[in-house]
Every structure is written in structure tokens, then in C-alpha cells.
């Protein structure tokens, strides 16, 4: 069974950074590109970034280019996403996402999500 366990959320302020994290369990991490999506109160699912399975490559949606990045750990079936200069925009809950199909579908198995909320 896929599992998908996002953490490192919270409340921060305009301007500050987060670092998210996803634990991986139930299939062989290495062999996935995995992804992040994120879905703000009220709008649908947001593609944000990919990262393939030996990290050789990433993708960023343009609204994150530049302030986030994605980083992976295969050792320990670990996926992360730096967050850096955020916006009130920002504010939304991320899920990890086993990518199916096309990176910036964004489809695939995804955890619970971390709730992200950027306020002053």
C-alpha cells in the first residue's frame, strides 16, 4: 500500500521560509518521479514542482520558480520541498504525489498534505 506522509508545515510570516517533508513507504521510492502539489481554500489542485528519480532533473510551475525547491533523499525514501520567500498566495495545503502520467498533471497517489499558512 502506498503511503505518503507530509510534514513540516505551519504559520509563517511573508518573506520567511519552510522546509516540507514527505515520508515514502509501500513501493520502491527510487523508481518514481515524485511531485508536489498544493490546493489553496476554495481552488482546485496546483501543480508546483517534479523532480525525476535520481534528481537529474526538476520542473517548477512559474508561481514557485525561484523561491522553492525540490529535493529528494532515495537512501531514506524522502521527499522535500524548500519554501522560500512566501507570499500570502502561498498559503495553501501540500500534498506529495507519486507521479502518474505527466509531472505537471500532478496526478497519482498523494498523502494528507501539510497546511501552509503565510500571514503577517
Known amino acids: 500500500e502506498v503511503q505518503l506522509v507530509e510534514s513540516g508545515g505551519g504559520l509563517v510570516r511573508p518573506g520567511g521560509s519552510l522546509r516540507l517533508s514527505c515520508a515514502a513507504s509501500?513501493?520502491?521510492?527510487?523508481?518514481?518521479?515524485m511531485s508536489w502539489v498544493r490546493q489553496a481554500p476554495g481552488k482546485g489542485i496546483e501543480w508546483i514542482s517534479g523532480i525525476s528519480n535520481g534528481a537529474e532533473n526538476t520542473w517548477y510551475s512559474d508561481s514557485v520558480k525561484g523561491r522553492f525547491t525540490i529535493s529528494r533523499d532515495n537512501a531514506k525514501n524522502r521527499l522535500y520541498l524548500q519554501l522560500n520567500s512566501l507570499k500570502t498566495e502561498d498559503t495553501a495545503r501540500y500534498y506529495c504525489?507519486?507521479?502518474?502520467?505527466?509531472?505537471?498533471?500532478?496526478?497519482?497517489?498523494r498523502g494528507q498534505g501539510t497546511q501552509v499558512t503565510v500571514s503577517s
Open positions: 504525489v507519486r507521479t502518474e502520467g505527466l509531472v505537471q498533471s500532478g496526478r497519482g497517489p
Open positions: 509501500g513501493f520502491i521510492f527510487r523508481n518514481y518521479i
